[in-house]
């Protein structure tokens, strides 16, 4: 079974600044998709990056990149120049391919210190 | 606005009850998703509707069940309610197609109901 692992349950960084969020995975799979997804107080939930696995290249949206590290099963979040507005949970989450159901990490929370 | 209504926002019954969530996907999606989000558990999946029929199962349990109407919305009902059932019930949408097609760019989700069981 896929498993999505964030480790760290907290994390706090000043505005401005640059955070990196950890996530690792675990599948036997080669073909995956991986995101990044982020809900706010309001508790919706907002897709903020994906990532083909196939794709050698690292995803990058904006303020948003990802580090993907295909042999590693790793895939972290790199927020720079943090805003107040991204204080939110963070969730690391993955499907496999020819499945459109996502496992998601627990989540991380992100404070972000004015 | 994710453009994927779920009503209501908040729900409260009691033990034992039965409710209906109901969703309405973003125009033009054909795929609607409904997850289970609880303290415990996390972000569980439920259940999957492409264009009315059920493709994907997930750890849904037998006193809950799905459907998906010829107008593309859903509703997720949940009967013989437990206290354990709290939780922030989600639903999503996607273009969906051939299986596996509409994960490729994520899916939208709504802003989720609400429901506490006293």
């Known amino acids: 079974a896929q498993t999505v692992t964030q480790s760290q349950p907290e994390m706090s960084v000043q505005e401005a600044e640059t955070v990196t969020l950890s996530c690792t995975y675990d599948?036997?799979?080669?073909?995956?998709?991986l995101f990044w997804y982020k809900q706010p107080p309001s508790r919706q939930m907002i897709l903020v990056i994906r990532?083909?696995?196939?794709?050698?290249q690292n995803a990058t949206e904006n303020r948003f990149s990802v580090n993907f590290q295909k042999a590693a099963k790793s895939f972290s979040l790199k927020i720079s120049d943090s805003q107040l507005g991204d204080a939110a949970m963070y969730f690391c989450?993955?499907?496999?391919?020819?499945?459109?159901?996502?496992?998601f990490g627990k989540g991380m929370k992100l404070t972000v210190n004015p | 606005d994710s453009g994927v209504t779920q009503t209501p926002k908040h729900l409260i019954t009691a033990t034992g009850q039965r409710v209906t969530l109901r969703c309405s996907p973003r125009?033009?999606?054909?795929?609607v998703y409904w997850y289970q989000q609880s303290l415990d558990q996390g972000l569980q999946f439920l259940i999957q509707?492409?264009?009315?029929?059920?493709?994907a199962k997930g750890n849904i349990l037998e006193r809950f069940s799905a459907q998906q109407f010829p107008d593309l919305h859903s509703e997720l009902n949940l009967s013989s309610l437990e206290l354990g059932d709290s939780a922030l019930y989600f639903c999503?949408?996607?273009?969906?197609?051939?299986?596996?097609?509409?994960?490729?760019?994520?899916?939208?989700f709504g802003s989720g109901t609400r429901l506490t069981v006293v």
């Open positions: 599948t036997s799979e080669s073909d995956y998709y």
């Open positions: 509707y492409y264009n009315g029929e059920e493709r």
């Open positions: 125009s033009g999606d054909l795929s």
């Open positions: 990532q083909e696995a196939y794709k050698q």
């Open positions: 989450a993955f499907s496999m391919g020819g499945s459109e159901k996502l496992v």
């Open positions: 999503a949408s996607s273009v969906g197609g051939i299986r596996g097609a509409g994960i490729k760019y994520g899916y939208t």
